[in-house]
C-alpha cells in the first residue's frame, strides 16, 4: 500500500457514475475534466471509469452499457474501467462488496463507527423534530449510546441495522481543495453518515473512499456538490491510517441553466442520448463541454475535425485553475450553433456518410446522383441532423400552400399573381435549365415588367412568392438550385398550382 504525498505519484483520476438511467451530460463534463487533467503533458497519468452500481433497485446493465457507448461516442476513453480492465479490477462496486465489509469491520472493531438499529418510523419522528426546531436534519446520536450487550442483543435477534460513520463533534476539518483554496467545516455541521445499508451494500462514502484509496486515485476531481461531504471522506482516510496517502480534492462547479440553476432534465435535455438521436455531431457536443471548461479554447477547437483532435488540443493545453468558479452555463442556442459550424467542416460526401450513420433515410424518389448536391446546398441552412429531413421534404413531397402564405406582406395581393404570371412564360423559354439561367430569367423578367400600380418592385421584394410555391417555405435552400434539381416539368407545374391559388 503506498504511504507516500499522492503528488509524488503518477497522476491517476476517476469518473465513477451510477448506472440508473440515460447518461448525463453532466458525467461527460467530469469525464473529460478528469481524462484531459490525467493525460496533460507532465501528468503522464491514467484515467479510471468505475461504475458505482450499489443502488440495487435503480442500476440496470442497459444504463451501465448506455454510459461506455455515450462516452465512447463522444471520443472520451479510459484507461482502466469495467470493459477494458486494468490492474486495479474489478471496477463495477457490485463486484468489490467482500472489500467493502471487511473495511467496514475494520471501523466497528476500532469504534470509529457504529451500529445503527433505528427503525424508518423513529428516523422520520426524529425528522420531524427537527423540522419544527428548525434545526437541519441531522442524526441524533442514539445508537451510538447502545451498551454492547444491547447491540448483541439485536443483532442475535437480527434486526435491520446500518453502520454510521463516528464523527467528532469539536473543532473542524480543514482541507485544501485545488481550486478554492484552503476550505474549513466544522463537525458539528457534519453528519454521522451511513456508510453500509441494511441490505449489506456500502453506500457511495464508503466505497468512494475505499475505492479511491485501492486504486490509487490521487486527483479526487469532482462537482462542487460533494463539499460538504469531504469532512466525511477525510475522516474516513484518518480512520483508515491512509492520511498520508489522501488524494488532492478539486470541487469544480456544476454546469447551470441559463437562469443560473442546477442543470436539470426540467429545464434542458440533460442525457447525451437525446443529443445523438436529435443528430448533434459528438465532436459539437464535446467541443461545447470544452469551452465550458475553459473558453479560451473556443478558436482552437472549432478548428478539430474528430473527437480524437478535440481531446488531445483539450488534454495539451489543459490548465485546471482555468475553470471558472461562476458555474458555465450550458446555452444550448451556442450548442446549436457550434452544431452547424462543425457540419459545414465536413465535405458533402462526409455529410452524406455522417446523416446514412445517424439512420437518415432518403426518401424515395431523390436520386443517389443529386444526393451529393442536394446536401451541399442544405448544410449552410441546417444546424442539427434533425433539421436536414424537414428542410429538403419538398423534394420529393410537393408542396401545398395556401393562398396567405403565397401573399406578400406589404404588398397588394395582386403582386404575389403577377410575381407567379410572369415568371411561368420567362421560364418556359429556358432550354438549358440550370442554376444560374433560372435566376438570370426570373430576375429579368421581375425588372422589365409594369407592376400593376405599385411602382419599381424588385426581385427581392417577391422572391419570397417563388420560394413558397416551389419549396413551400418562404426560407429553403437555395432557390434557383433547388429548381435545377427538381426539373423544369415539376418546377413550372408547382408555380402554375400556386397561380391556380391566387386567382
Given at each position: 500500500m ?34 484531459c ?12 471509469l ?34 477494458v480492465?486494468?490492474?486495479?479490477a ?17 471501523l ?5 463507527a ?11 419522528e426524529m425528522?420531524?423534530?427537527?423540522r ?19 447491540i448483541?442483543r ?19 476539518c ?5 481550486l ?6 466544522e ?14 451494500f ?18 479526487v ?42 442543470l436539470?432534465?426540467?429545464k434542458?435535455p ?12 459528438p ?31 483539450m ?17 444550448l ?10 457540419l ?16 437518415y ?24 441532423l434533425?433539421e ?22 406589404e404588398?397588394?395581393a ?18 438549358q435549365?440550370?442554376a ?19 411602382g419599381?418592385?424588385?426581385f ?11 419549396t413551400?417555405s ?30
Open positions: 503506498r504511504e507516500t504525498d499522492a503528488r509524488e505519484l503518477k497522476v491517476r483520476t476517476r469518473v465513477a457514475p451510477s448506472p440508473t438511467g440515460d447518461p448525463h451530460v453532466a458525467t461527460a463534463y467530469a469525464a473529460l475534466i478528469n481524462a487533467f490525467a493525460h496533460a503533458p507532465g501528468n503522464d497519468g491514467a484515467f479510471v468505475r461504475i458505482e452500481d450499489t443502488d440495487r433497485a435503480r442500476s440496470t446493465e442497459a444504463s451501465e452499457a448506455a454510459i461506455f457507448a455515450s462516452l465512447r461516442w463522444l471520443g472520451i476513453t479510459w484507461d482502466e474501467g469495467p470493459d480492465g486494468g490492474t486495479h474489478p471496477y463495477r462496486q457490485s463486484e468489490r462488496l467482500p472489500v467493502y465489509a471487511e473495511h467496514a469491520r475494520r466497528l472493531a476500532a469504534g470509529q457504529f451500529a445503527c438499529f433505528c427503525t424508518p418510523e423513529r428516523l422520520e425528522r420531524v423534530a427537527q419544527a426546531a428548525h434545526e437541519p436534519p441531522h442524526y441524533d446520536g442514539h445508537c451510538l449510546q447502545l451498551s454492547s450487550e444491547q448483541a439485536n443483532e442475535r435477534e437480527a434486526l435491520p441495522r446500518v453502520v454510521r460513520l463516528k464523527v467528532p463533534r469539536e473543532g473542524s480543514v482541507f485544501d481543495d485545488m478554492r483554496g484552503r476550505i474549513e467545516i463537525w458539528r455541521t457534519v453528519d454521522m453518515q451511513v456508510l453500509v445499508k441494511s441490505d449489506g456500502p453506500t457511495y462514502h464508503l466505497a468512494n473512499v475505499v475505492d479511491d484509496h485501492l486504486m490509487e486515485i490521487t486527483h476531481i469532482r462537482g462542487e456538490e460533494w463539499i460538504s461531504s469531504t469532512p466525511k471522506h477525510v475522516l474516513l482516510y484518518e480512520y483508515f491510517g491512509w492520511a498520508g496517502s489522501m488524494p488532492r480534492f478539486c470541487h469544480f462547479p456544476l454546469l447551470r441553466n441559463p437562469d443560473k440553476s442546477k436539470s432534465k426540467r434542458n440533460t442525457s447525451i442520448l437525446h443529443y445523438r438521436e436529435r443528430g448533434f455531431l465532436e459539437a457536443l464535446l467541443h461545447f463541454l470544452g469551452t465550458l471548461v475553459d473558453g479560451r479554447n473556443d478558436e482552437a477547437l472549432l478548428a478539430c475535425t474528430t473527437s480524437r483532435e478535440l481531446v488531445a488540443r488534454s495539451d493545453c489543459f490548465d485546471l485553475a482555468r475553470i471558472p468558479l461562476g458555474g458555465p452555463v450550458f446555452d442556442e451556442k450548442l446549436l450553433w457550434l452544431n452547424g459550424q462543425h459545414r467542416r465536413h465535405t458533402p460526401q462526409q455529410v452524406l456518410a455522417i446523416l446514412e450513420a445517424w439512420g433515410e432518403w426518401p424515395q424518389g431523390v436520386a443517389p446522383a443529386q444526393r451529393e448536391r442536394i446536401a451541399r446546398l442544405a448544410m449552410d441552412r441546417v444546424r442539427t434533425e436536414f429531413g424537414p428542410l429538403v421534404a419538398f423534394f420529393t413531397n410537393r408542396p401545398d400552400p395556401s393562398r396567405a402564405e403565397l401573399e406578400l406582406p404588398l397588394p395582386s403582386i404575389a399573381r403577377e410575381a407567379l404570371e410572369i415568371a411561368l412564360p420567362a421560364l418556359a423559354q429556358d432550354e435549365w440550370h444560374a439561367g433560372i435566376g438570370a430569367l426570373l430576375k429579368s423578367a421581375v425588372a422589365a415588367h409594369h407592376w400593376n400600380g405599385s419599381n418592385v424588385r427581392r421584394d417577391v422572391v419570397r412568392t417563388y420560394y413558397v410555391a416551389v413551400g418562404p426560407t429553403s435552400v437555395p432557390l434557383f438550385d433547388a429548381m435545377e434539381i427538381l426539373g423544369k416539368t415539376e418546377s413550372l407545374r408547382r408555380l402554375a398550382t400556386a397561380l391556380e391559388r391566387l386567382h
